[in-house]
């Protein structure tokens, strides 16, 4: 339904229902699971929501996965996957430590301290 709409994800502060029925590749991110039918009606389309505190207005970016969701301001986009790319080499210096034999705190102290040096 969602996606015949034109939704191309969803985030909701309420209840979620019937996970493998959903469209595959489609993006939903909800406060709990439930399992009976929700109290589901259209209020209003295209205004300014606050989900769980996370205020999204109409048109902007929002990237959610099942940590949480953020808003992505529409002038730093471009940049997002650029900077995603950096924080997970720099990530891979902690993990890369992480799965030496012995690996322990003064280990990881040193790999933070790599981490700058990384770019």
């Known amino acids: 339904m969602h996606k015949a709409l ?6 909701t502060n309420g ?17 709990m699971l439930a399992p009976s039918h929700a109290f589901v009606h259209v209020v209003a389309v295209g205004v300014t929501v606050s989900i769980d505190g996370l205020v999204v207005h109409d ?4 990237h959610a996965d099942r940590h949480g969701a953020v ?3 529409r002038e730093v986009a471009a940049r997002v996957p650029d ?8 990530e891979a210096v902690i ?19 790599r981490i700058s040096e990384v770019h």
């Open 15 to 31: 209840f979620i229902r019937d996970i493998p029925m959903m469209a595959e590749g489609f993006p939903i991110l909800a406060g």
């Open 71 to 73: 808003v992505i301001p």
């Open 83 to 90: 900077a995603a790319a950096l924080r997970a080499r720099r």
């Open 59 to 62: 048109g902007e970016l929002v």
């Open 6 to 11: 034109g939704v191309a994800g969803s985030i």
């Open 95 to 113: 993990l890369g430590a992480a799965l030496r034999q012995g690996f322990g705190i003064a280990d990881l102290r040193a790999a933070f301290a």
